[in-house]
């Protein structure tokens, strides 16, 4: 008998203090995933990803806005939203008391401006996204010249990409067929 | 026992979820105010997994504990202060569970366990989901995770009781005027900065491959005194890991090759 109370003693407590000190939790561990609307270029990456369509994106053209949103409820921690992103918008902290009484509270989002066209004037990619683009192509340690002659390139939707190198490239005579093919 | 459950309908023709009364809710209020007994807890599974069950059973193991607070998982609804429906809700499963809702004695607390229960988690769009135990009863906690693990349920049920405060809050963000990206390691060409993502995703994966590789390149990218290999070097001595020490290595090889290139 009192050898067991020595073994007891000697044990101590395996439970966890938790709630009353906080709960340790391993290096990789994958809690809340800890969002940087000003680090987001609205790219898309981390809704393409997301398995459980937690993160979503909607583009308003006609209010020139793109939204972001993330409903922690249907979240099921992977991280493939943190492996995606190109900016480290997105990371996976820590954090794990998530409980919330009113649904509400799981929804995060953020808006950002989408960029006209600078040739149709139509909306075609998030801003922050353009202005990152033209930022990394200074980074490859171009000139300012080239970047000026890139920036309209890539203010410049698909649509209207194709039809200016058509126009100033040396096949006019692809330029013909594409005028038929509306005609049709 | 197995009365005839009805079930008011919208006028589309879908049922609506249960509602509470409002007596029913003061009397939830003064209970909770003044709860001076163990809260008795009821799994529904209306349809998981089984992960979340997993996980409720190992947060009532010695490890975890709850039951020094007097949650105790029972067999019956009848006897259950608090229902925690786990699943994203099938088809199959939505009268067992409105049943097992019926049978637990007012007042009493219902609580969404993981992803599905909370909004269908990775089944939200399934034929046969109804997405979410919300749309079928009053839920009073949401308790997210897939599955939450012991300490999150812990707390979910600190918090279904009221014990402790609820941490987060919806969160909504409008693009600022000068609104800005920063880019990531200036210091380090492109190009470079791409070769050694590469290798390093190549070699320890993609999540771990681009931690390794933001490690380096902070280390490549910060000007010092100190030479780039003894840098490099105390670096490894402090991870201790001969699985960092080669991947690194190689990241070294590239790096020092695209200088020499340069």
Redesign the interface.
């Known amino acids: 008998m009192l050898k067991l109370f020595k073994t007891i003693l000697k044990t101590g407590d395996?439970?966890?203090k938790?709630?009353f000190a906080p709960?340790p939790v391993c290096d990789n561990f994958r809690g809340?995933p800890e969002y940087t609307?000003?680090?987001?270029?609205a790219c898309g990456a981390c809704a393409v990803a997301c398995?459980?369509?937690a993160i979503t994106m909607k583009a308003r053209p006609e209010a020139g806005t793109h939204t972001w949103e993330l409903?922690?409820?249907?979240?099921?921690?992977c991280?493939r939203c943190?492996?995606v992103c190109p900016?480290?918008?997105i990371v996976l902290s820590k954090?794990?008391?998530?409980?919330?009484?009113?649904?509400?509270?799981?929804?995060?989002?953020?808006?950002?401006?989408i960029a006209n066209c600078a040739c149709c004037g139509k909306p075609f990619a998030p801003?922050?996204a353009v202005?990152?683009a033209i930022?990394?192509l200074k980074?490859?340690?171009a000139n300012a010249q080239v970047v000026e002659e890139r920036r309209k390139l890539l203010e410049t939707c698909s649509d209207c990409k194709r039809k200016q190198s058509i126009h100033a490239g040396e096949m006019i005579e692809l330029r013909r067929y594409l005028d038929e093919g509306k005609d049709a | 026992m197995n009365a005839p459950i009805t079930i008011a309908r919208q006028g589309t023709g879908m049922p609506q979820p249960i509602r509470q009364s409002e007596e029913i809710q003061k009397l939830k209020g003064t209970l909770l105010k003044d709860i001076q007994r163990s809260a008795y807890v009821y799994r529904v599974d209306c349809g998981g997994c089984n992960g979340c069950e997993i996980e409720i059973f190992a947060s009532i193991t010695p490890l975890f504990d709850a039951e020094r607070f007097g949650i105790k998982v029972v067999a019956s609804p009848r006897h259950a202060d608090i229902l925690l429906f786990t699943g994203a809700v099938t088809r199959a499963m939505r009268m067992p569970a409105i049943r097992s809702y019926e049978a637990a004695p007012d007042p009493k607390i219902c609580v969404s366990y993981g992803a599905c229960g909370c909004g269908g988690g990775i089944f939200h769009d399934m034929y046969c989901v109804w997405g979410g135990s919300d749309k079928i009863v009053p839920i009073d906690v949401y308790i997210p995770g897939c599955p939450p693990t012991p300490a999150a349920t812990i707390y979910g049920f600190a918090m279904a009781l009221g014990l402790l405060n609820q941490k987060l809050k919806a969160t909504s963000h409008v693009q600022g005027e000068s609104e800005r990206v920063k880019l990531r390691h200036p210091g380090v060409p492109a190009e470079l900065r791409v070769l050694i993502e590469r290798e390093a995703r190549r070699m320890a994966g993609y999540r771990m491959g681009a931690d390794i590789a933001d490690d380096f390149l902070g280390i490549l990218g910060t000007k010092s005194s100190e030479s780039l290999e003894a840098r490099i070097q105390e670096y490894l001595a402090k991870e201790n890991d001969p699985r960092l020490s080669e991947i690194v290595t190689n990241l070294c090889d590239i790096s020092m090759k695209a200088i020499a290139a340069n």
């Open positions: 395996a439970t966890l938790y709630p709960a809340k609307p000003e680090q987001c270029i398995p459980p369509n409903f922690l409820g249907n979240c099921i921690f991280g943190e492996e900016t480290k918008a954090e794990f008391e998530l409980a919330v009484g009113n649904k509400a509270d799981l929804y995060q989002n953020a808006t950002f401006r801003q922050k202005e990152y930022d990394v980074q490859t340690g």
